[in-house]
């Protein structure tokens, strides 16, 4: 399913117009994206947890010289899921 689909879905599910839908995902999509910039967790009971991780620096390869390279330390956003949505994807 792609944004537009979603769109269609919901815009079908809540009765609301896909202008009014697309609106209230794309300000769900910002409002998560800002908690995750500030570092903040977003949790949604029953669905999961946007989250940011750290990684660590490490080594790597380049796979076209394999030359080690060095990968930078990084921040990075992630998604738990909750324990509803793991019984509904696995029913």
Not at 17 to 34: I, T
């Amino acid at each position: 399913m792609n944004k537009a689909e979603l769109v269609k879905a919901m815009a079908d599910e809540t009765g609301l117009s896909q202008k009014d839908a697309e609106k209230a995902l794309n300000s769900f999509v910002n409002q998560v994206s800002s908690a995750l910039e500030q570092k903040d967790k977003v949790q949604l009971i029953g669905f999961g947890t946007f989250e940011t991780r750290e990684r660590s620096e490490r080594t790597g390869r380049n796979p076209q010289t394999n030359e080690e390279i060095t990968i930078p330390a990084s921040t990075v956003p992630a998604f738990k899921a909750g324990k509803a949505l793991k019984d509904r994807v696995n029913n």
